[in-house]
Every structure is written in structure tokens, then in C-alpha cells.
């Protein structure tokens, strides 16, 4: 199963992509041709984690989320056994995000 990540861990990683993004607008400035490199690439663990971390602020105090493996990317569920599908995209302003029937078929889409 996957590994939370702390909200310390979010913010290190956050600021890890600052700094990927950062160099990256560097090297194409410098280098005409490094324009053909890609983007770093946001990771899924860290928008999930950031959804499940802040659940309850997201969906209500009465919710609470885990990882949903092969049903949806998060679970949702709260006091009363109700519980509901997140599926969580993840994609920097650069990229072109496809919605597949999953995602569709989710409760909440992030």
C-alpha cells in the first residue's frame, strides 16, 4: 500500500518542484534547444496526499479519506458509513490532463 506523505513531506516536495521548475526555466533561457525537455512531472503522491491530508477541510468535518487503491485514487468516508470516490489529477499548466471513464465516474473529481 502506499505511503502517506506528511504535510512536512508535501511542503519539502513542494518546494523541491519550485526549485525543479525554477532550474528548468533556467536551463532553457541559457540553452536554446533545452526547449525540448519536458516540464518535471508533479507527482500523483503528492496531490493525493495533499487531498487526503486536508480531507476535512476539502469535504467537511465529518469526512475522512485514505488511499482507495484499485476503486478510485481516494476513499472517502464518514460518520455514518457513506462513502465516496476522489479521483485526484495532478497535472502542471504545461501538460494536457485526459479524463478517462474513471475519473468520470468519481464522486469528486480534484
Do not use: Y
Not at 20 to 42: E, N, V, Y
Not at 53 to 76: E, H, P, Y
Not at 93 to 100: C, M, S, V
Request: hydrophobic residues 45%; charged residues 25%.
Amino acid at each position: 500500500m502506499r505511503r502517506l506523505l506528511t504535510p512536512q513531506e508535501i511542503i519539502e516536495l513542494d518546494q523541491a518542484l519550485v526549485e525543479g521548475f525554477a532550474l528548468h526555466r533556467d536551463l532553457k533561457s541559457r540553452i536554446l534547444t533545452a526547449h525540448h525537455i519536458k516540464f518535471p512531472q508533479l507527482p500523483a503522491i503528492l496531490a493525493e496526499s495533499f487531498v487526503i491530508v486536508t480531507a476535512n477541510k476539502l469535504f467537511g468535518a465529518d469526512w475522512k479519506a485514505t488511499f482507495g487503491g484499485s476503486v478510485s485514487d481516494i476513499q472517502l468516508l464518514n460518520a455514518t458509513g457513506q462513502t465516496r470516490r476522489v479521483e485526484v489529477k495532478s497535472t502542471a499548466i504545461h501538460e494536457f490532463q485526459e479524463l478517462k471513464a474513471k475519473d468520470l465516474l468519481a464522486d469528486t473529481l480534484v
